[in-house]
Nanobody, 119 residues
Framework: QVQLVESGGGLVQAGGSLTLSCAAS????????MGWFRQAPGKEREFVAT????????NYADSVKGRFTISRDDTKKTVYLRMNSLKPEDTAVYYC????????????WGQGTPVTVSS
């Protein structure tokens, strides 16, 4: 049974930092591209960042580029999202997702962790 469990969310002031973690189990983590997505209240879910299964490639939404960093530790089956210079508009529930390297869409999703940035 595949599980993705996010942690690290919380309340932070604007300009602050948080690091989200997503621990995976039940899958061959090293061959999965991992992504972070977010959904703000009343809005659709949007892409935040992704890191390839090999760890060699990362991609970011323009809105977080230069502020967020995605990384992974295959030995711990964990993907991270370091968020710096947080803004109130970063407030959302953050989800991690896993996509097999051969797939076009994400196969598995976590339950989400909420992030609230106060002004």
């Amino acid at each position: 049974q595949v599980q993705l469990v996010e942690s690290g969310g919380g309340l932070v002031q604007a300009g602050g930092s948080l690091t989200l973690s997503c621990a995976a189990s039940g899958l061959a983590f090293s061959v999965y591209t991992m992504g972070w997505f977010r959904q703000a209240p009343g809005k659709e879910r949007e892409f935040v960042a992704t890191i390839t299964w090999s760890g060699g490639g990362t991609n970011y939404a323009d809105s977080v580029k230069g502020r967020f960093t995605i990384s992974r530790d295959d030995t711990k089956k964990t993907v991270y999202l370091r968020m710096n210079s947080l803004k109130p508009e970063d407030t959302a529930v953050y989800y991690c997702a896993a996509r097999n390297w051969r797939a076009d869409e994400y196969d598995y999703w976590g339950q989400g962790t909420p992030v609230t940035v106060s002004s």
